[in-house]
């Protein structure tokens, strides 16, 4: 297949050396041509304009500004493109609805970037739950910790600490458990650089979660997290109890007498902790794209997530308990 890359930045790079490690011919787009030329030449890929990339590819991935999605998705839809597209679909539940509609109008693939879902933890710890191995799960505590703020230009184009991280965490419990969230009840703090707070936005954030058995979930996530990247998720049941995230790698110290100190080389960000990951979404996406593989995270799984994201947000701004009912679709 001929795989039409629009956006050249990091996670674009990152795709970018995975479609052409697996054979597959590959054309750049970005808004700076000479950025695409230059991933084009590290990747041994073509870089072109954006209507030819559309006009020669038979699948499209887009790792664009989260604001470009929606008409990138549309458009892709227009040409009955198979597509992948990094979360979210769109910085509104609004505009997310108007990109899905057009893909399944069209009957496109439409996979979304949530990588937890090919991590092997993740992966063993959703096989237990279903197993049952765990018992009834009453409590899970989620944990997504970034190393070092990201800079102050990114806020704007992101939606905010919740809807960026934490809505890893969202789509995580839900396709973890096969349950529904309820109601939400979330805070935020921003007591670091100001540009947070210039953004509107918070660098410290948790949320509690009711799912619809009456499991109740944590979830945290900061942009300050020295230590290093932390990204685990704790599964407790009346049987048993799991952790995803915890290694030699994890930037965790015990403070037991003769506990585990912090790790020689935590982790240093998502690219590195989720390598692995990564790869395997873009070479699951590739089969999908030619009819070999089910979609392993559809429009609908990531607008459910945003949904929950976008409930959290309104619990943090008016300092109340959200039920996901007056969440109702957007029109």
């Known amino acids: 297949m001929r795989i039409g890359l629009v956006g050249a930045g990091r996670i674009g790079t990152f795709h970018a ?10 054309l750049i787009a970005d808004a700076d041509p000479a950025r695409a030329a230059a991933l084009a030449a590290k990747t041994d890929a073509e870089a072109t304009s ?3 990339l559309f006009r020669r590819a038979s699948a499209i991935v887009i790792t664009t500004p989260t604001a470009t999605h929606p008409d990138l998705i549309t458009r892709a839809a227009r040409a009955g493109l198979p597509t992948f597209c990094e979360k979210p679909i769109a910085l509104t539940p609004a505009a997310s609805l108007d990109a899905l ?15 937890r879902r090919f991590d092997p933890g993740y992966r063993a ?12 799960v009453h409590t899970i505590r989620t944990v997504t910790s970034d190393a070092a703020p990201p800079p102050p230009e990114f806020l704007p184009l992101s939606g905010g600490l919740i809807r960026d991280c934490l809505v890893h965490d969202f789509d995580a419990v839900r396709w973890l458990t096969g349950r529904e969230v309820t109601e939400v009840y979330a805070r935020g703090s921003a007591g670091g650089a100001e540009f947070f707070r210039e953004a509107g936005d918070v660098d410290t954030a948790a949320a509690l979660l009711t799912l619809d058995d009456g499991t109740l979930v944590t979830a945290t996530a900061t942009r300050y997290n020295g230590a290093g990247h932390d990204v685990r998720t704790e599964l407790s049941g009346e049987r048993d109890q799991w952790v995803v995230g915890l290694g030699e790698r994890t930037p965790v110290t015990s403070a037991e007498p003769g506990g585990p100190g912090a790790p020689d080389r935590p982790w240093t960000g998502f690219l590195e902790r989720f390598a692995a990951a990564y790869r395997a979404e873009i070479a699951h996406f590739l089969l999908a794209a030619r009819g070999e593989a089910p979609n ?8 459910a997530a945003a949904l929950v994201a976008e409930a959290c947000e309104l619990s943090r701004r008016e300092g109340r308990p959200v039920r996901m009912q007056e969440m109702t679709e957007p029109r």
């Open 50 to 52: 954006l209507d030819t």
């Open 101 to 115: 509609r057009a893909a399944e109008e069209a009957g496109i693939l439409l996979q979304l970037g949530f990588q």
């Open 125 to 136: 710890a959703r096989d237990a739950v279903r197993a049952g191995r765990l018992g009834r």
């Open 296 to 303: 392993p995270c559809s429009g609908r799984d990531a607008l």
């Open 17 to 26: 050396e995975t479609v052409t490690r697996s054979g597959h011919q590959l």
